[in-house]
C-alpha cells in the first residue's frame, strides 16, 4: 500500500505538471481572452502540487515508518524458529548477490544453518557429467533426455538425503559450491538461468531442474523458491510447476516471513506479484 500511494502522488504531481505547461503554451496564442482563465487555472495547480507534494512527504514518512517497525518486529517474529535445522541452498544458473544477501538476512534472526550452498552450471556441461558416471547408466547422458531428468532427480534426493552420485559430479554439476549437503531439514532454491543459452542448452537445463526440484520434493522436505521484486523473468510458474512452495519477494520484510514460515512447512505461493495467492503464509505457533 506504501509503495503505490507513494507512486500515486507522484504520478499526479506529473500529470499537473505537464497540464500547467499546456494550458501556458496555450495561452501564449490565445491572446488577452484568456488571461483571467489563466490566472485562475494557474493559481489551482499551484495550490493543487502544494497538496500533491504534501501528500507524498507524508507517505513517504508512513512508509519509512512502517518499514522501522516491521525491520524491529521481524526477528521476535522468527527468533529461534530454525535453530538447529540445517538448510541447503541450491540455485539454477546463478545467485544473484542480493538475493543471496536477503536469505541470510532471513535466516540469521531464525538460527536456521545454511550448510552447503551450490550454483548448478547452467549451460549444463552434460560431456563432463556423462564421463564422471562413465560406468554408470548416465553413460549416454548428453543425448538422452530421459537420463537427463532421472539425474537430475537422483542428484535432488541426495543433495537432500546424502548418496554416493554427487560427489563424483560435483565439479562439473556446479559452477561454485561450499559447505556440504546431505541430512537437510529444509531446500532453498533460486532460478536465475543465463539469458544467453539456446534452443538446446535451455531445453537440457530445464530437464536437470525439474528433475533437481522432483527429487528434492520427493523426499518430503519442507522446500521454497526465492526471487525478489525485481526478479524478471520470475519463476514462479517454475516454481508452481515443481511442487514447491514460492516466495517472490525476498528482498521485503514481509517475504523473508514467508520465507521462514515456508521452511516450516506453509505450502503456497507468497508475495506481492500477480502470481501470489496471498502476502504471508499462517504464522505458526512455535514448537514447545
Known sequence: MGYSARYHATSLIAVLLALAVGILIGAEFGGDTLTSTRRNLEQSLTGNLQDARHRADELNGELGRANEFSSRVYPVL???????????????????????????????????????????????????????????????????????????????RQLVRGGTLLEPVRSHLFSRASGNFGALDAVIVVRDQPQDMGPNQRAVAGRIES??????????TPAVGVENTRTEPSSVSFFAANDLSSVDDVDLVAGRLATVFALLEAEGSFGVKDSADRLLPDLLAPHE
Open 211 to 220: 528433475g533437481l526440484a522432483q527429487g528434492i520434493t520427493a523426499t518430503h
Open 78 to 156: 522468527v527468533r529461534d524458529r530454525l535453530r538447529g535445522r540445517r538448510i541447503g541452498l541450491i540455485a539454477l544458473g546463478d545467485l544473484p548477490g542480493d538475493v543471496y544477501g536477503a536469505i541470510e538476512a532471513a535466516l540469521a534472526p531464525a538460527g536456521g544453518r545454511l550448510v552447503g550452498v551450490g550454483v548448478v552450471r547452467e549451460p549444463v556441461d552434460t560431456r563432463g557429467l556423462a564421463g564422471d558416471l562413465a560406468k554408470t547408466r548416465f553413460a549416454k547422458l548428453a543425448r538422452d533426455a530421459d537420463a537427463q531428468t532421472a539425474l537430475g532427480a537422483g542428484l535432488g
